[in-house]
């Protein structure tokens, strides 16, 4: 007897490999607290940044203009971000965590954008764990 979910099960290392590979991208995503670390030179306190995941990923942008908003008289686009992470070393990351951008093989410009993980990523068979974002700068 065949079975499908046995056959899937056995390649699914191998194809979490496959979208591993494409994940040319770098990122640390964590909780950012503010106000609680004193920078000595000038006086004022930053915000610290508590690492839940480090290392590659693979930032995707969708549609240009996924819909528009009206906001106080000004028209704004919103785009359709995805930020995918290898299964097996980011399961701690969280709704509401911050992602920064460190460093992207592709797109220079990425490193130093800060996003925001708008909802979980979970589901069986994945390859990798995909999360929607909102760039915040």
Do not use: H
């Not at 930020?83 to 220079?108: C, F, I, N, Q, W």
């Amino acid at each position: 007897m065949v079975s499908l979910d046995a056959d899937v099960q056995a390649q699914l290392p191998f194809l979490r490999g496959q979208a591993e590979g494409r994940m040319t991208d770098r990122c640390d995503i964590g909780w950012e607290r503010p106000g609680d670390v004193l920078n000595e030179e000038t006086g004022e306190y930053e915000s610290a940044f508590e690492v839940v995941y480090s290392g590659p990923c693979r930032w995707r942008t969708g549609a240009t203009a996924v819909g528009e908003i009206d906001a106080a008289g000004q028209l704004l686009t919103e785009q359709d971000e995805t930020l995918s992470l290898p299964v097996t070393t980011s399961a701690g990351v969280r709704k509401d965590m911050v992602v920064r951008m460190t460093a992207s093989l592709t797109d220079p410009a990425l490193a130093g954008v800060k996003a925001r993980i708008k909802g979980p990523s979970v589901g069986s068979y994945m390859t990798a764990r995909r999360f929607s974002v909102e760039v915040t700068t």
